[in-house]
């Protein structure tokens, strides 16, 4: 179903993530600011380091720079109780609150919280593991798709087959180029999974994707948020400021409230019939040029915790499911995890490695 001219007011999500940098009275500031920019949806990200990376992960090449990722993963852990304080001050503002897990533990924090829904980001979209526990939890759930293919996002749903989903069409690139979003895919994920869907943008213009995806369907939109883009955060290169979050916001509210030949009209004569048919795209679903490198990559795959010598037994203290990035090799897939816990390794296995089929006995 198309929103033009239904009244329908699609969900909006400010994305401030880790942006706060662990200062509680800089995440309040920002959930009132992103509020009053026309935010319902306030979203944070539950960190443990070891969760998402491996120590020997190295520099990861990131809008601000080369990044030591998992040192700086680690100076933005933050207790449950920070995030529970920001939850209430969304919740008083009248917004929802919302947080990605990335492992068990941050999972089972977030789920005491008694959040409204859970999202998960388009890294995690393979992480089985941690998709069956979100599935037993039964709360709705956004679903980032960025660096997939079709078959990605179908093994996903197949493992959240008990909770409402929203899937998030999404580009893992940083900024991630308007003219490679495709928003015709929307119209394709929906007819295929049956299931609202909408966009979850790393494109730095305030108007243009969140526009055009209203032409295909989109019911939510996530932008990341910042006070300033200068501030220091890992995602605020490409966020938003308060003035042009606001932009943002109020022009989705007031293009949902035209017909379909009213929008194109309006879009044309923004930004050029040309421009909007190629962020249209030819609507099927593909890697886009940008995240090609990142696949297999940002998102997850065995590795090894530590070193493990030939004949130690595979288990949940030597090994981990995590996100790959540059410098490590990829393992197996998350899938096959319940099938190498509990096998010798075949060979000695260095940390951080990847795990793989010849690794194990």
Same mark, same amino acid.
């Given at each position: ?8 007011? #699609? ?26 920019? +026309?935010?319902?949806w ?11 990376i ?6 990861? !090449? ?7 990722l ?11 109780? /920070? ?13 929802r609150?919302?947080?990605? #897990? ?6 089972? *924090? ?5 959040p ?15 998709l ?5 939890? +039964? =709360? ?49 994920l ?12 790393? @494109? ?13 369907g ?6 990341? /948020? ?5 501030d220091?955060?890992?995602d !605020?290169?490409?966020?938003l ?10 022009s ?9 030949? *009213? ?9 050029g019939?040309?421009?909007v048919v ?28 530590k ?14 499911? =995590? ?9 197996? @897939? #998350? ?22 089929w010849?690794d194990?006995?």
């Amino acid at each position: 179903m198309n929103t033009a001219n239904s009244g329908f007011q #699609p969900e909006i999500i400010a994305e401030i993530g880790t942006s706060h940098g662990g200062d509680l009275k800089k995440a309040v500031e920002m959930v009132h600011a992103a509020v009053e920019s +026309g935010a319902n949806w306030i979203k944070f990200q539950h960190v443990y380091a070891e969760e998402i990376i491996h120590p020997d992960t190295g520099l990861v !090449d990131l809008p601000g720079g080369p990044t030591p990722l998992f040192d700086v993963f680690k100076s933005l852990e933050v207790k449950p109780d /920070f995030l529970l304080h920001l939850k209430e001050v969304t919740e008083k503002c009248n917004a929802r609150f919302l947080c990605s #897990p990335f492992g068990e533990r941050s999972l089972a *924090e977030i789920n005491d919280m008694h959040p409204l829904a859970l999202k998960v980001a388009s890294p995690e979209l393979n992480h089985f593991p941690l998709l069956d526990k979100i599935n037993r939890i +039964g =709360l709705p759930v956004f679903l980032s798709t960025g660096v997939s293919q079709i078959e990605d996002i179908k093994d996903a749903a197949a493992h959240l087959p008990d909770v409402p989903l929203t899937l998030l069409h999404c580009i893992t690139s940083y900024p991630a180029p308007e003219d490679e979003y495709n928003l015709g895919v929307l119209e394709s994920l929906r007819e295929t999974f049956q299931v609202p869907v909408g966009v979850s943008d790393h @494109s730095r213009d305030p108007l243009l994707v969140p526009l055009v995806s209203l032409l295909y369907g989109s019911v939510c939109h996530e932008k990341h /948020f910042t006070l300033s883009r200068s501030d220091g955060g890992l995602d !605020d290169p490409v966020a938003l400021i308060p003035e042009d979050f606001c932009r943002m916001t109020k022009s989705i509210q007031e293009f949902s409230t035209l017909s379909r030949e *009213e929008q194109y009209r309006n879009l044309f004569d923004l930004f050029g019939k040309a421009r909007v048919v190629t962020v249209a795209g030819d609507g099927i679903k593909k890697l886009a040029p940008s995240e090609t490198g990142n696949y297999g990559r940002t998102n997850r795959s065995i590795h090894s915790l530590k070193e493990i010598n030939k004949g130690e037994t595979l288990n949940a203290k030597n090994c981990a499911v =995590l996100r790959t990035e540059k410098n490590l090799s990829p393992g197996l @897939s #998350p899938r096959y995890w319940d099938k190498i816990i509990g096998k010798q390794a075949a060979r000695s296995i260095t940390s951080g490695q990847g795990i793989t089929w010849p690794d194990v006995e």
